[in-house]
């Protein structure tokens, strides 16, 4: 039918042929890492070693091993991997279940556009790290793609239940480049240390989002209506839970996955402490903000704010007690935020922000980068000692920070930057990812609203209908029915006639619980 | 009563007849690995390490500790084997539970089958691998264990909601002991690779499965009815997609759980690779095959099918764009085996398979085994390096593979089958397990269809409620009389009339949200 | 308002003087455990190393590094730490979802008292092993968190429904204290060994909460009454399912996480086997007890007390067999408990336990402690060899054991207590964690009952309203409005009417699914 707009076939062709050049893209450049090749210098007596010899022996062996020994990542990676991936799929799909009608379209359009992001960027990512005509693929790259899953699923909050498959798709295609771009200029250019993503991805993703949601602002349609369709229900409210949860108790692996030594233990512990104070902080603002009562909204959303900002600064000695003041600061901020800021960012600058993402992801994402500043510019080599050279790079003058006994005269190892122009460079970041989302979404959205990719039309707006084929319930009278002609043909009629009727066989109490 | 057919007293008793005698056999038989028994030449110094120094002087210290110091499994095996018991579990617990009216039986039953395999599945493996007069448990048991569990809750899935409680128990109780004896001679006489299992669990499971189910297709009952009575809500969809994404995020683990160095990394990017081609395809065939809309039945269940296709080879250099492709071949296998052979299945051949375990499994697992065919037909030792005698085993005359450098000219060390020779014990293995399951299934459905195991009585199929206690519901009316009676009652009257009845407390509306 | 009692400013107030609190005292007295922090000894060499060379290095040399390296403990207590967070966040959480009008309450508060225990916690353990003025912070900190999280999370479920959440706070309060306390009373000076927390977490919560809840009773509510407002549904049983099963699956983490070398691996295979028969046992009994069907309260928690019950002796080598033996014993103490002894609690000693406690943690809790004094009191050095010291200590008479091979005559690393004397001990920690957690918890049940602290009025008990602003479900006629609205100002209105109304959009029937 040409008239079902809300899905025709182009949708279906759009993204085979995505799929179909990705699949080409990988053939010709991607190629695995060598620690997931064979090593050919591998002694004869080392291949005949069940695996767990070949672990006891890892740990006991001498030098004349170490360089025959295809890297083993897998321990290193792995379990943080999978937490990161359980915060995609799980977290990012059930948080956003919440929506009445449009649980379909939330939990499965998160499904689809993740496992297309991790397809592309792998390659976007792939080529802008070429080594010579081809790119290498190790748990790393799994676990980097799925950072780059988190900035759209962000974004896709921001839209949701606004846009169309297509839109959805086109959003990320784009978002997925222009992100992995501005990641890449400022980790090469501008130094930034950002270990949980929070301005890669959490400022990044919120700010493109609510650029592309502004963009879609259509006039006729009163924010009242869009937020009336926003319904709740208390079942999509436990559903909804559960990716709140998972979000919470995973972060600690988001914000220390590819952080090395004790980085990786203080951004572990760091994080922990951070979503506690927040979650409390929540319930506390939600408590006052609500007539003394809790509010679902924040308790799904607030909660996790600590982890965001904390994200650029996780790895970091903060102390603990910096860490729960963090967290309780980036809960009050988004607890404001929604209570306070949503509204003018829905009726004065006319930005439907249908999860919130600004108050989850965009302020706390800034406050993040601005501690980061802080944090960067007090560090001393006193209190990190030769890790020190690990956050502000080698080979700077000697003069240029105050001589400590780690520091080698002979101008060897010494820090490139100072903390101040290492806390200017995280401004630099800042402005540059708030200015590159800003207006990469505005273009986005200048993009998608475009009639070829099928917008929504008003009506379809928060409603699975547009996208899924909807079950449709048996009336418990046909059930009934069934059941009746089933029971005059059972094996043993007197068997049948014992099967209680009275309870759990069709009755109209039955169909509401 | 004696009437009450669906679950009698003889439910209760044979299995606890299996328990005790699983618990005797235990007894008996089983025995803890050395890994899991302190090592009595372990010097004085040695046990007064903390865990931590422990596992400080496990990386340092040289040869002199190295046979001294009990194996270390957890690290290598705990992370990925738990993966797997969430997908045990959660994922297809839940994935089934998307029946309207038979979520308790389908995540209960669930719950019991694994449990009880576990048990049965430990025993059995150890009877085929003893070691003098007992067989030793590690970790990796509690792993394979894990995979026997896959193929009887995918034979779960074909004859889901149309067996009593005791059917399922005698189902399971065969199965597993088929499934491990074809298992054994295919690894140790036809030396069969499948690191993914895909064709001792998931072509197994599937096509014993569809056997019994055949084999109690009740002629009087209309696949229509049946069809009929499988219908599902948008809160049982939503809770069977906590089962996929969960099945979809941890089959990495699946893969690669007992694989070895590199092998292991390649299986975890493979599949990674798979599961995300193949969630993109379902989408397009779904949006192609249901009127451009996307159908939560396939993305339930097809975006799963790359894992189960890429299993055989999953830890072979099939590079990534192999695995892209794997996975986006299953998809559309699995979205053409919903819509197209599964009414085929249903309608002539009497198949009535309740969750398409055919289009998930079955016709995957196929895929799979015939990949395999390709892959190892098509190694070389310029690929594989030292790692080609790991595949191909040692002890085989020189002339017989090409010569390369690798190759030791004494005839040491050389791969003991020829690729070819493989790919055609692969095949072998294909015919033998679709053989074995199709039979034993066949004989399995002839014996639990037997009137002592207490069959459904037709009204009965796919309903919770010959099965579990169900929920009753308080009216709002009773529910209202209550709380109005405690309200006179509270401590302080002023403070009890301060509550808020116009919402919460009970009223109709209420009742339906 | 000033009569809003079920929750005005004064909780906000208490939490937010509590946060602040907790950050000053981390302030003060919280630091980083060593390896956390940079090693200033590092080579600069190593500090060079990417991560996965660090790794590698880490594997291969010899002595002279090894002292230079800062311990890595990500890969030792990562993952098991994980699967206890999630146990006590989606485990418990999830699991009390069940009563119909609770759950964002049982979800929310069980999340609010989990982030809020996890800091006071921190604070009492750090408090009780000073080190100078500060105490540290390290993985294992989290981790021992989160076992007395699981303490108090325990005690909620006692007395679920039936307190104000400042009631909820003030009771977490003290409870940490005290239990923090018995457990250093019994571990230093008792020398109990209790590996998975089955008397200082289980026993120690249980009969806490209901000396709780024997305090909160008020005559004149009926016991039936109460019981009446706990009915669920089959939405709630499947949500409270995802608890059962996170907390089944995971068990073996939160019985091993903190056990050592082969202690370790048997912990894990011993509660992986004492899951597996608990639940089959518990599908036997309750066939047995609910006329032949089963029971999703039984399944949603007797399955469980196989952790506990084997929770003290976990580690120890009671052969796979006697795992078996101890889950299922502990599956029938727990299903005799819901059935029989339950009833008897609640009318005779006027105890209401919403959760069932008492059957899921106290009484199997009780079990675990007697099958300690019993494995203890019979475990020989030849069994244990050289860890026979982990078990009894060191510097004892050598006259007081037997003479084995492995006891040094010179009297060095001799025990140095009995098995005998050690299962004495484990009885005294048994009777001293009862008297503890029942008197504290009497003494807590007088002081929250005041007042001060907002109880609940009758007609709020049970009851979300209380405690949680509710969604109000837009009623169909006002989103049909909405969406007709919508209709008339879509950018293209042959597209908007192209949309189906037959399905999705909204109508009386679609309310119910």
Known sequence: MAHDSAGNRKFAIVLSVFQVIFIILFGIFGRYHDDALPRSGLSHQTTTLSPQEHRGRRSADGDSEAYTWPKYAIQDYYPMFQDVHVMMFIGFGYLMTFLRKYGYSSLG???LLAAF??????LMRGFLHMEGMSFKIDLTT???SDFTVAAILITFGAVLGKLSPLQYLI???IEVAVSLGNEYICVHYLKTRDIGGSIFVHIFGAYFGLAVSRMLYRWEYSVTDFNTLKFTTKTTDLFSMIGTIFLWMYWPSFNSAVAEKEFQQRAVINTYFAMASCCVVTFICSHLFHHNKFSME?????????GVALGATADMIVQPYGALIIGAGAGILSCVGFHYINPILENKLKVHDT?????????PGILAALISGVVFATATPALYGDSFYDIY???????????????DSSGKFVPERTPMQQAGLQMAALGATLGMAIVSGIITGLIIRMKIWD???GPALFDDAANFALPDPVPWEQESDIRHRLRTIGRDDEIAAAIPLTKGFPNPRDERV
Chains 1, 2, 3 share one sequence.
């Open 142 to 144: 799994l676990l980097t």
């Open 298 to 306: 924040l308790v799904q959303n607030a909660t996790l704010a600590g």
């Open 117 to 122: 992001v991790i397809q592309w960027a792998t």
């Open 455 to 457: 917008p929504l039309p």
């Open 393 to 407: 790079g080698k080979q700077m003058d000697t003069n240029a920070i105050q001589k400590t006994p780690l520091l």
């Open 171 to 173: 959003m990320a295609l």
């Open 355 to 363: 999860c919130g993402v600004n108050n989850l992801h965009g302020m």
């Open 109 to 111: 359009i998160n499904f």
